[in-house]
Structures are given as structure tokens and as C-alpha cells.
């Protein structure tokens, strides 16, 4: 199975803070990652997907960069929406498709 | 708008079995690969199974393998969880997802990009 490592676990940032938030695959994955954002009580929402392509709707402050086992979720100018919980996972070839352990991003 | 709701959970003693289902709407079923993605209680997200457009391709998580089984209706547009021999374990929000775009064709299990659309889940409580 690929582990997907995922740090910090958690951060305490300001609105208009940048935050980075990485994920390290223990084999190439290429681009097969994505992100999403879990607020408490909801389901997941797909950010990113492709290591690098922003889901229709998501505010350009997201971003997603990385490929083969080394990915970054970047946050420039954090609003007071994006306090949450962001997960990584990996899609690449055979399952199980593992997401990373989480990042609580909180004020 | 895409919609995905899932109904079945509940509570169950170990041992016991329990079925999911996922209806969806405003997709072309037939065409979307689908999954379902349990987190127990204040933890992560675990994947636990998925099924192609039509079925054919097939996946468990190592942790139901052998216990779950995932179907699907097309003419339903549903997907469905039969989860055998419960354990405690098993606890968790259960949620069905549709998966994203795939380099493997439309509908396929493998090499996706994502699930792109979530139900709000639903509770499976595994307890005696």
C-alpha cells in the first residue's frame, strides 16, 4: 500500500496568513493527488485534484503544486471560511487509494 | 446539481449485518465510477471500497476485504454497501462519493482524479 505522510498535523495561522501544507508519498505517484477540505459536521470537498488543478469554484487562494512523491497544498491569504481540516490522497494505480493522516489548520 | 444520499446506517451488534445505499441524482449514473469513504468519530478519512461504471472493476480496503461487498443498480441509480460480520471496528460516518475524472476512461476505477461529489454520510454503530 502507499502511505501517504502528511504534516504538520496541525497549524495555528492568522487571516492573511500564507500556510503550506505537504504530503509525502513513499513511492512516485506522479500526479495523482488531491486535496480536500473537511469542515466539522460536513462531508469532505474535493479541492484540487491532479496534484495542481483547482476544482470549479474554489478560490484562487488554493493552490497545488508537486509531483512523484512530494506534494503542497498552499493557502495565500487565509480567510476565516478556510479554518479546517485538509486531507491529502493519492489515486494512483491500484487500490487502496489511502488519503494522508489530516492537517487542522485552526485560528 | 449533483446529489448523492445515503440511507442504511445504524446500530448494529457485532456479528450482525447491515446494507448501505446511496441514491444519486442529477449525474449520469452509468457513467461514474463510485466509492465509499467511512471516518470514524473525530479521526480520518479511510477508504473502503469502490465499483466501476458497470461494475466490473472491483475494490476493498484490506481492513473489509472478505466482509463488504459493493453493488450497484444503474436503472436505480444507486450503490450499495452489504456489510457483513461487524465489528466494533466498523464504527465510523460512512460516506458515498462519486469518483472524478479518470485517465483510464470514463467510469473507470483506476487513475482518477478525485471524488468529486460526497454524500453528508451516514452512521454505522457497531456495539452490543
Known amino acids: 500500500d502507499i502511505q501517504m505522510t502528511q504534516s504538520p498535523s496541525s497549524l495555528s495561522a492568522s487571516v492573511g496568513d500564507s500556510v503550506t501544507i505537504s504530503c509525502r508519498a513513499d513511492?512516485?505517484?506522479?500526479?495523482?493527488v488531491n486535496w480536500y477540505q473537511q469542515k466539522p459536521g460536513k462531508a469532505p470537498k474535493l479541492l484540487i485534484s491532479a496534484a495542481s488543478d483547482l476544482q470549479s469554484g474554489v478560490p484562487s487562494r488554493f493552490s497545488g503544486s508537486g509531483s512523484g512523491t512530494d506534494f503542497t497544498l498552499t493557502i495565500n491569504g487565509l480567510q476565516p471560511e478556510d479554518f479546517a481540516t485538509y486531507y491529502c490522497q493519492q489515486t494512483f494505480s491500484t487500490p487502496p487509494w489511502t488519503f494522508g493522516q489530516g492537517t487542522k489548520v485552526d485560528i | 446539481e449533483v446529489q448523492l444520499v445515503e440511507s442504511g446506517g445504524g446500530l448494529e451488534q457485532p456479528g450482525r449485518s447491515l446494507r448501505l445505499s446511496c441514491a444519486a441524482s442529477?449525474?449520469?449514473?452509468?457513467?461514474?465510477?463510485m466509492h465509499w469513504v467511512r471516518q470514524v468519530p473525530g479521526k480520518g478519512l479511510e477508504w473502503v471500497s469502490g465499483i466501476s461504471w458497470n461494475g466490473g472493476s472491483i475494490a476493498y480496503a484490506a481492513s473489509v476485504k472478505g466482509r463488504f461487498t459493493i453493488s450497484r443498480d444503474n436503472t436505480k441509480n444507486s450503490v450499495y454497501l452489504q456489510m457483513n460480520s461487524l465489528t466494533v471496528e466498523d464504527t465510523a460516518l460512512y460516506y458515498c462519493?462519486?469518483?472524478?475524472?479518470?485517465?483510464?476512461?470514463?467510469?473507470?476505477?483506476?487513475?482518477?482524479?478525485?471524488?468529486?461529489?460526497w454524500g453528508q454520510g451516514t452512521t454505522v454503530t457497531v456495539s452490543s
Open positions: 462519493a462519486k469518483g472524478g475524472i479518470s485517465a483510464a476512461g470514463s467510469g473507470s476505477l483506476f487513475y482518477f482524479y478525485g471524488l468529486d461529489v
Open positions: 513511492q512516485t505517484i506522479t500526479s495523482y
Open positions: 442529477g449525474v449520469k449514473f452509468d457513467e461514474c465510477a
